[in-house]
DNA sequence: AACTTTTGACCATAG
DNA sequence: CCTATGGTCAAAAGT
């Protein structure tokens, strides 16, 4: 596990960049996420670190989904590494929409820096769940003078887009 | 051409 | 022992 003695910090954020804590947690508002999703898309919370998507994950709600032997497996909607699952319904790219929860997996730009940052949002949640593994080891961030970083593309992770894949269509969840 | 981002597949661990 | 989930890396595509 991590060497670092450093526990995992939990943080809500929202697209806005106010970060504060509040302890809404199993909290399902469906007009609060259609509204991120009609109107504002979700982005991450910038923290002034630069990170770099190493990974992305679905969860939940992939019951809907079942593999078939020999069939296309994405690790967006399940992992059926070792075991050989049956799709019946594998929706490929739609399937990323089946899974109510998503993860990804975000790790420091540095090399040297062994922080990483995982960030989970779910669809009654407008917020993300972004959550720290380390530390930075470079000083400070963008946030100085010194090394300042014009990223214009970079930070540029359309969390929505990932979610709904912009294909349009309806959330088929009436709960 | 380079860098970044995205998706897929594999591995490891836990229950 | 088997299954499921979490996590990570690699390759490909896009900008």
Not at 104 to 128: I, T
Not at 164 to 169: I, L, N, Q, R
Request: proline share 6%; hydrophobic share 25%; with cysteine.
């Amino acid at each position: 596990m991590a060497s670092t003695s450093q526990p995992p910090t939990t943080y809500e954020g929202n697209e806005g960049g106010e970060r504060g804590h509040h302890g809404d947690e199993e909290e399902q508002q469906q007009g609060a996420w259609a509204e991120a999703a009609g109107g504002q898309p979700l982005v991450m919370p910038e923290d002034g670190y630069q990170w770099k998507k190493y990974g992305q994950k679905f969860i939940k709600n992939i019951q809907k989904i079942r593999y078939v032997d020999g069939s296309k497996r994405c690790m967006s909607i399940c992992r059926p590494a070792n075991t050989l699952w049956k799709i019946l319904v594998l929706i490929t790219k739609g399937a990323r929409r089946c899974g109510a929860l998503c993860r990804s997996y975000f790790r420091c730009r540095d090399k040297r820096c062994g922080a990483k940052k995982k960030v989970e949002w779910q669809p009654g949640d407008p917020n993300l769940r972004v959550v720290y593994d380390g530390a930075h080891q470079h000083g400070s961030p963008s946030s100085n003078g010194g090394g300042q970083d014009a990223d214009g593309a970079a930070n540029r992770y359309d969390l929505s887009t990932q979610y709904f894949g912009g294909a349009g269509a309806p959330t088929p969840q009436t709960q």
